[in-house]
């Protein structure tokens, strides 16, 4: 039965090269899978305060399809904070809720089994990439590492799982009733404890455009991860401290046993002591700085216009 009401959430910023392709591809989607979806059905496209002709194309998609529809944000806030303003869009419009990058490496035709998991009683169907064959080596390497340093740190993540996800109404809801304004949403999903599924799917290389996530972005991302989720980075301070003053005795009784000229084991001993020091305190100061985001308690984004909302 065509019941239902699916509404697909698109983080775009700068993607005026894909989108046309991104646009054909969603549509082609919601009319081949009729079966399962209400026409009611609908995508969301959220530019994130893009640069370039995104959000014209997103309005001419709009004024050429009522299945689609706009919001385009002030300013670029970033991914995460672009993908909860969709979803925010998109309460109590939909029975469900599926997200997908505009770049479109993640496997549309995926989609399908996302439903039909949900229609079995899965309120979280994440996407899962089977392998990462598309990804150079370093990537492949830095990113399962990241995954296994998460769970070493405690926080409960999903391998090899992005934000390529559907999520059911009352799932959705719950997860918009999380406060806190430092997101790391492949983080908070898991806290629902709604029933869960995966569908996994094979990553494809990007045809247009540039990707969103360079180095830069990846590591800022990972360091939002571990400290929004986890606070064992606190507790290994003062265990490093006293491996550190433990390590510098040593150091310290060698030079009294054997002296020699010059700063010598000393000299190296004060720059490790105050490299630990350096290192404990820049890392109190990102918990201090994310505490003084929480509490000001300012808005994730402000929205500068919509189209078919």
């Excluded at 569908?199 to 455009?209: D, K, L, P, Q, S």
């Excluded at 630990?276 to 808005?299: C, D, Q, S």
């Amino acid at each position: 039965m065509n019941d239902i009401r699916l509404t697909i959430v698109v983080p775009c910023y700068n993607e005026q090269e894909m989108l046309p392709e991104t646009v054909r591809c969603l549509g082609a989607f919601l009319a081949d899978n009729s079966d399962l979806l209400s026409p009611e059905s609908r995508v969301l496209f959220v530019d994130d305060g893009s640069r370039d002709d995104t959000w014209k194309l997103i309005c001419a998609a709009a004024d050429g399809d009522e299945r689609f529809s706009g919001i385009r944000l002030s300013h670029n806030r970033g991914h995460q904070n672009a993908l909860w303003a969709g979803m925010e869009e998109a309460l109590g419009k939909c029975d469900c809720l599926i997200s997908i990058d505009a770049d479109l490496q993640d496997d549309v035709n995926a989609m399908r089994a996302f439903l039909e998991e949900y229609r079995k009683g899965a309120d979280v169907v994440y996407g899962v990439r089977s392998r990462r064959d598309t990804d150079s080596a370093f990537k492949r390497l830095t990113a399962e590492g990241f995954y296994k340093l998460m769970s070493l740190l405690g926080a409960e993540t999903v391998y090899n799982h992005a934000d390529y996800r559907l999520l059911s109404a009352r799932a959705l809801e719950a997860l918009l009733s999380y406060p806190e304004v430092n997101l790391y949403l492949r983080g908070l999903v898991p806290l629902l404890g709604f029933e869960t599924a995966k569908v996994y799917y094979e990553r494809r290389e990007r045809t247009a455009g540039e990707s969103k996530y360079p180095l830069k972005k990846m590591l800022a991302l990972a360091f939002q991860g571990a400290t929004s989720f986890s606070v064992k980075p606190l507790s290994l301070i003062w265990k490093t401290g006293l491996l550190s003053a433990f390590v510098s005795a040593l150091i310290g009784l060698v030079y009294l046993i054997l002296p020699a000229e010059g700063p010598g084991f000393a000299a190296f001993s004060i720059w490790f002591v105050g490299g630990l020091i350096l290192a404990a305190l820049g890392l109190v100061g990102e918990y201090a700085g994310k505490i003084y985001a929480e509490v000001k308690r300012r808005p994730r984004y402000t929205v500068r216009e919509t189209k078919n909302r």
